[in-house]
């Protein structure tokens, strides 16, 4: 049930959690590196970071840990780590529901927008072959674009800059607390798919607009969900 006051033309969506069911091995890789430094980083606390870039992660545990950030060596190690387990895990699955939303969201004639923090090549490659035709080069946002990761707005900001249109002209779709404040702290109205292990109220708080327990059943409840009103 989207507000009077937005004229839909546009969809940004995030991508691990909400487009590929990513985030399982997201947690468990952090974790698992974080402990090769001895550093301390629950799965469950994994999912809270979501959406944050790996620096900031890294520094949040440092500072937690030892009073202060890590080197930008120190940063690096982490995040090669990181990514190697990551790399190691098979490939993650397509979200159940997200081929079926953008191809209601395409139908519709709206613009379809990637806007993730992730830098994970592989995963962008994956797109073409999982989502063929719906995401182009020019409608994407990654961390190779931004100075700041979300929950700043510049993901967002950008996302809208890119599509050529105001955040009064589209909705985003976000899995996480961090992602969710960054889309409405850019002004856009959002919706939460809880995907993961973390309580609504979390997505809730964090500023969701509205909440569905899936991309399924968002995708189920599209037409009814974008009518206004
Ligand atoms: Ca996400």
Known sequence: MIPENITLKAVLFDMDGVLFNSM?????????????????????????????????????????????????EEIENIYQVKSKIFNSYPDPEPMPGALELLQKVKAAGLKIILVTGSGQRSLLDRLEHHYPGMFTPEMMVTAFDVKHGKPHPEPYLLGLEKGGIKANEAIVIENAPLGVESAVA????????????????????????????????????????????
Request: glycine fraction near 8%.
């Open 24 to 72: 399982p091995y997201h947690s468990e890789a952090w974790h698992t590196a974080m402990q090769q430094f001895n550093l301390d980083l629950s799965r469950e606390e994994a999912y809270m970071h979501e959406g944050r870039t790996g620096s900031g992660t890294i520094n949040i545990v440092y500072q937690r840990q030892y009073g202060k950030d890590a080197t930008k």
């Open 186 to 229: 850019a002004g856009i109205y959002t919706v939460a798919v809880n995907t993961g292990p973390i309580p609504d109220i979390v997505l809730l708080n964090a500023g969701a607009n509205i909440l569905f327990p899936s991309m399924s059943a968002l995708a189920d409840s599209w037409n009814s969900a974008t009518k206004k009103g």
